[in-house]
């Protein structure tokens, strides 16, 4: 499904490519602090405060870092799922158990994803998250979200709006990637907050 540009409105896949550019420049150093700073800040939300479970996942390569946030929640102890990707791109779910309880896995030719190795719990596991952090690209003044175009986290949150669930829905990304306007599809969700390094965005007030 095509979703209506504006005039002049770069499409999903241009503005991909250039903030995947940007991000392809980082240096190791710049992964180091951001990740530890984004950590800091999302550690604040309220929403994470009071999770019980959170469904999170790996960062890799130079997406905004997640391991030590991952290592913070769990030592507040909230139960933390990390998504294992299926071959129709759906995404099943394992414990979080500390980083030597993850497995370097490839699929097809894709970059290879950390994944939890224990037990799966099923696709319908994140239902019971009171948290879901997102992985993405950019988003924009309402909330939209910019992914990586291969619709893992569209079914994720078309099976928590199916089930009736209703966990606050937090992006982590750069600062630079909250932008003025994400193309949307009809399929396409808000988000409730953003967090970057440098502090926390909210469009939507829980209460």
Same mark, same amino acid.
């Given at each position: 499904?095509?979703?209506?540009?504006?005039?002049?409105?770069?499409?999903?896949?241009?503005?991909?490519? @250039?903030?995947?550019?940007? *991000?392809?420049? $980082?240096?190791?150093?710049?992964?180091?602090?951001?990740?530890?700073?984004?950590?800091?800040?999302?550690?604040?939300?309220?929403?994470?405060?009071?999770?019980?479970?959170?469904?999170?996942?790996?960062?890799?390569?130079?997406?905004?870092?997640?391991?030590?946030?991952?290592?913070?929640?769990?030592?507040?102890?909230? #139960?933390?799922?990390?998504?294992?990707?299926?071959?129709?791109?759906?995404?099943?779910?394992?414990?979080?158990?500390? /980083?030597?309880?993850?497995?370097?896995?490839?699929?097809?030719?894709?970059?290879?994803?950390?994944?939890?190795? @224990?037990?799966?719990?099923?696709?319908?596991?994140?239902?019971?998250?009171?948290?879901? $952090?997102?992985? @993405?690209?950019?988003?924009?003044?309402?909330?939209?979200?910019?992914?990586?175009?291969? @619709?893992?986290?569209?079914?994720?949150?078309? *099976?928590? /709006?199916?089930?009736?669930?209703?966990?606050?829905?937090?992006?982590?990304?750069?600062?630079?990637?909250?932008?003025?306007?994400?193309?949307? /599809?009809?399929?396409?969700?808000?988000?409730?907050?953003?967090?970057?390094?440098?502090?926390? #965005?909210?469009? *939507?007030?829980?209460?």
């Amino acid at each position: 499904m095509r979703h209506i540009a504006r005039p002049g409105e770069p499409d999903k896949r241009t503005l991909r490519q @250039g903030l995947l550019a940007v *991000r392809s420049r $980082l240096t190791a150093d710049d992964l180091r602090e951001t990740s530890t700073a984004l950590a800091a800040r999302a550690l604040e939300l309220p929403e994470l405060g009071r999770a019980g479970t959170v469904a999170a996942y790996v960062s890799v390569g130079s997406e905004p870092g997640t391991l030590a946030l991952l290592d913070a929640l769990r030592a507040r102890g909230v #139960r933390v799922l990390l998504p294992v990707l299926l071959p129709d791109n759906d995404l099943d779910w394992g414990l979080y158990e500390g /980083e030597g309880s993850l497995a370097r896995v490839r699929h097809g030719g894709r970059m290879a994803l950390l994944e939890p190795a @224990g037990e799966r719990l099923g696709p319908d596991a994140v239902t019971a998250a009171d948290a879901v $952090l997102l992985p @993405g690209l950019a988003v924009d003044a309402r909330g939209m979200r910019l992914g990586r175009g291969g @619709g893992s986290y569209d079914r994720v949150l078309a *099976r928590l /709006e199916r089930a009736g669930a209703d966990p606050a829905l937090v992006v982590l990304l750069y600062d630079s990637e909250v932008v003025g306007h994400v193309p949307e /599809e009809a399929h396409d969700r808000p988000v409730h907050a953003v967090v970057t390094p440098s502090g926390v #965005r909210r469009f *939507r007030q829980d209460s």
